[in-house]
């Protein structure tokens, strides 16, 4: 691990082969972001003059890794503060739908909502922001939609999320003080 990263690792012994799977701090979704293998300081000298074997990457178990950074005391203390803004977010996009409509408001704080529920790996972002905004997945999707069109998001071709554009960001400063002295 490179001395500037924040994050934490498994490590598995297979053969004479050490592999170091590494984690960014927060809510782990998927695989590490890297793995290192390295030769054990015991392993025979003639296992590491073969070097690293098929076999040797086949019996990596990816999954038992991926369990083990989950319970990390690392993922665990931002999990739920990232589950608390999210809910707080999305519970401000349902509030801004009741008193505002499908407003510019609305759709930049949906957008954001949106993009940090599929950025975290979630899965079915917007069944999840159906349920907390109170509405059916089917008008979330089209208020998204809409929010594509309207220019407050990008689109990924294939997956969930998008990017937030200058005009979401806007619309999301209107809500932070110094976005407030600016009207």
């Known amino acids: 691990?490179?001395?500037?990263?924040?994050?934490?690792?498994?490590?598995?012994?297979?053969?004479?082969?050490?592999?170091?799977?590494?984690?960014?701090?927060?809510?782990?979704?998927?695989?590490?972001?890297?793995?290192?293998?390295?030769?054990?300081?015991?392993?025979?000298?003639?296992?590491?003059?073969?070097?690293?074997?098929?076999?040797?990457?086949?019996?990596?178990?990816?999954?038992?890794?991926?369990?083990?950074?989950?319970?990390?005391?690392?993922?665990?203390s931002t999990l739920e503060d990232a589950a608390r803004m999210l809910t707080e977010s999305a519970e401000a996009a349902g509030m801004l739908l009741e008193n505002e409509g499908v407003s510019d408001r609305y759709l930049a704080m949906l957008s954001a909502s949106y993009k940090h529920m599929a950025d975290s790996g979630a899965a079915a972002p917007v069944s999840w922001l159906a349920r907390a905004i109170n509405r059916r997945p089917e008008t979330i999707r089209d208020h998204l939609k809409k929010a594509r069109r309207d220019g407050f998001l990008t689109t990924v071709t294939g997956k969930a999320g998008g990017e937030l554009t200058e005009k979401a960001q806007s619309a999301l400063d209107s809500f932070s003080p110094e976005g407030q002295n600016k009207q």
């Open 1 to 76: 691990m490179r001395p500037d990263d924040e994050g934490f690792e498994i490590t598995q012994q297979q053969g004479a082969w050490t592999v170091h799977m590494w984690w960014p701090v927060g809510p782990v979704s998927g695989g590490p972001q890297r793995i290192t293998i390295e030769a054990s300081e015991d392993a025979p000298a003639r296992d590491v003059a073969r070097g690293i074997s098929t076999t040797v990457l086949r019996r990596l178990d990816l999954p038992g890794a991926l369990e083990l950074a989950k319970q990390a005391p690392q993922a665990q």
